[in-house]
């Protein structure tokens, strides 16, 4: 057995035994510090979630839905691509892309001008013009409301009920040629 230096801790003694050798556990570090700024970005901001996102929202920017994965990359500033390989295996898995080649891939099924860029700016002028014609209907509506209240007005007063009659020559002018049947409705007030 070999005897230990002055001041150690007694590792070599274990060592000299056949036991393995453990470096003495370290305290872990406090949670503000773990990805905090001394570590340089959070956990959240290097998760594969958010990677996948940054990633299908570069893939509906390019053009024609194809995308390059070096330049995907690249982009996204991934030191491993191991990362985009992971998020283009599983999006393949579900058939939602497919690849074009050995380092591109295309939204699967989606033809040129299909989930790009166009699109999203075609919804964007389709939601515009949405709002517009939802404003126009309401200003008719308005318009509609405030004619039928002026009918009524004009129906109610008890002046015009002595001018409000009709002609048989005014109707059958109106339906010239047509077989006409009226019905003469009596007020009940």
Not at 75 to 90: F, M, P
Not at 169 to 187: K, Q, R, T, W
Request: proline residues 4%; charged residues 25%; aromatic residues 4%.
């Amino acid at each position: 057995m070999a005897a230990a230096e002055p001041g150690s801790t007694g590792q070599a003694t274990q060592q000299s035994q056949g036991q393995s050798h453990r470096p003495p556990p370290s305290s872990p570090a406090p949670p503000s510090q773990v990805g905090g700024p001394a570590g340089g970005s959070s956990r959240h901001e290097k998760s594969l979630g958010l990677l996948t996102a940054k990633f299908v929202s570069l893939l509906q920017e390019a053009q024609d839905g194809v995308l390059d994965l070096k330049a995907a990359a690249d982009t996204l500033a991934v030191r491993q691509k191991r990362r985009i390989y992971d998020i283009t295996n599983v999006l393949e898995g579900i058939d939602l892309i497919e690849k074009k080649s050995k380092n591109s891939i295309q939204w699967k099924g989606v033809g040129a001008g299909c989930n790009t860029k166009e699109v999203l700016e075609r919804l964007r002028d389709l939601k515009a013009e949405i709002e517009d014609l939802e404003l126009k209907e309401r200003e008719l509506d308005q318009q509609k409301a405030w004619l039928q209240q002026s009918i009524k007005n004009v129906m109610d007063d008890s002046i015009n009920n002595t001018f409000s009659y009709v002609t048989h020559e005014d109707i059958c002018s109106c339906f010239n040629g047509n077989y006409v049947l009226l019905c003469s409705a009596h007020s009940l007030q």
